[in-house]
């Protein structure tokens, strides 16, 4: 599987009350992540990002990220 950081815009929330302009203050500042890890499925639509893989192929932490959201990716070199 090919290692890779991929940046991207993620969704973000809150429960509490707050003023309008707090409101629009807050939520006018997108919130790009960068995660890392091995590509276990990509096609048109998204990228799914796998965390850990073992000797025996199973995988978890698994990450799936929509295309549209994926601002840039990095092919990580192998040590």
């Not at 809150?14 to 203050?25: R, S, V």
């Not at 893989?53 to 698994?62: A, D, F, M, Q, S």
Request: aromatic share 6%.
């Amino acid at each position: 599987m090919k290692k890779v950081s991929i940046e991207w815009i993620d969704s973000y929330s809150t429960d509490k009350w707050m003023e309008n302009a707090d409101a629009i203050g807050q939520f006018k500042k997108l919130m790009t992540i960068t995660s890392l890890g091995m590509i276990l499925y990509d096609d048109d639509k998204c990228i799914v990002l796998c965390q850990s893989i073992e000797e025996g192929n199973n995988v978890c932490g698994l990450l799936h990220i929509p295309k549209v959201a994926i601002i840039k990716i990095t092919e990580l070199r192998q040590l």
